[in-house]
């Protein structure tokens, strides 16, 4: 009778084991998850901090130059005075993506 429920016990603390050493190599995988998305998120951050210098310090004051410089009149120049305006919704856009796709 004793070696029968000795026996029952180490069948039940092997599986206690294989599950304990289950649980932590699943949350081993999680945090290591969760770590290379913190690493991609730094990278995603400063990748769209260039593109703001770009957008910000080249694109727009060029296109207003290149707009001023024309001699473009009418429904043209109004579309073409849109699109600094459109570039800046663009990287205001594209700054708020990862911050709405982590919430």
Not at 38 to 54: D, P, S
Request: aromatic share 4%.
């Amino acid at each position: 009778m004793r070696s029968g429920l000795r026996e029952k016990k180490d069948r039940f603390d092997a599986g206690y084991d294989r599950a304990v050493g289950r649980a932590r190599s699943e949350a081993a995988a999680v945090l290591a998850d969760r770590k290379a998305q913190g690493t991609n998120m730094v990278g995603l951050f400063i990748g769209l901090l260039i593109a703001a210098i770009v957008v910000v310090q080249v694109f727009i004051p060029v296109l207003n130059d290149s707009i001023a410089n024309s001699s473009v009149s009418g429904t043209a120049a109004t579309i073409l005075e849109l699109l600094p305006l459109f570039a800046a919704l663009l990287l205001l856009i594209a700054l708020a993506a990862p911050l709405m796709r982590r919430i």
